[in-house]
């Protein structure tokens, strides 16, 4: 919330993300629910949030399947359709490459 404030405040924008970490809990699911609750409940964060990823490589270091990275996506783009913030991921090339070889 603070960072939406802050951001709107000077003018610039956000480039949101969930992150995995290095411990492969499922920390990360708190952290992607805080972030969903604030996105809608601050109203200025659909104006300076540019887009919300996940981050820190999920495939390359295999925190998720790439099946389960997929409903991951497709339910935060249902969750933050009526605030039009896109979803993307931030990873490594190497891993979709690695991936398509699985299946």
Do not use: C
């Amino acid at each position: 919330n603070d960072v939406v404030d802050a951001a709107w405040g000077a003018g610039i924008g956000v480039q949101a993300l969930i992150w995995f970490g290095f411990d492969g809990g499922d920390e990360w699911k708190g952290r992607r629910d805080t972030l969903f609750a604030t996105l809608h409940a601050n109203p200025k964060a659909k104006f300076v949030t540019r887009v919300l990823q996940f981050g820190s490589e999920p495939l390359f270091d295999w925190v998720l399947s790439p099946n389960d990275l997929i409903a991951q996506v497709n339910g935060a783009k249902a969750n933050l359709s009526s605030l039009h913030i896109p979803v993307t991921v931030s990873d490594m090339a190497y891993s979709f490459r690695d991936v398509r070889s699985l299946y």
